[in-house]
């Protein structure tokens, strides 16, 4: 049996997760805006964002590749053990940052995997969760942006 793949069935089925990754990266962008982040970290944060789409999109065979590789020896197990300690330390030092990426990361992987079901090749979920993520930055200007035209006099 085909499944039916049109835009309708396919916005009321996974409208959701994709709304949920929306509103986690405006929320991250918040945060950004709170902590008076310079455009340099504005820039790095759009970045991330792409890479992290790429990771579980385009990257995913790479990205599994080396993980499974970095278990296979001990220098692996080693590393592995390293990167888990320092990530102990970037919790507990930094945990409202902490906290946020994790969100992030759960959020893209719920949305992948909605992608997964929906059937969508890795080219068009990669630029789809792109879009996406960078659409919730996005909007995370608005308030500043209605705010400084609300200060100039501008009404909208």
């Keep these: 049996m085909k499944q039916d793949r049109t835009l309708r069935t396919v916005l009321q089925s996974h409208w959701l997760s994709w709304t949920l990754l929306i509103m986690a990266y405006a929320t991250y962008g918040g945060f950004l805006h709170h902590g008076k982040t310079s455009p340099l ?10 890479w992290g789409a790429w990771a579980i999109t385009l990257g995913w065979p ?17 590393v592995m053990a390293l990167t888990i300690a320092s990530l102990a330390v970037a919790a507990v030092s930094q945990f409202q940052r902490f906290a946020y990426f ?15 079901i929906a059937g969508f090749r890795d080219v068009v979920a990669f630029f789809w969760l792109s879009a996406l993520a960078l659409l919730g930055l996005a909007i995370s200007w608005l308030p500043l942006l209605l705010r400084s035209a609300t200060l100039h006099g501008a009404h909208l």
């Design 41 to 50: 970290g504005w820039a790095v944060s759009g970045l991330l964002a792409i």
């Design 62 to 78: 790479r990205m599994r590749q080396l993980l499974l590789l970095g278990f296979q020896s001990d220098l692996g197990y080693f």
């Design 102 to 116: 994790l969100m992030l990361i759960a959020v893209s992987l719920l949305a992948r995997v909605d992608n997964l």
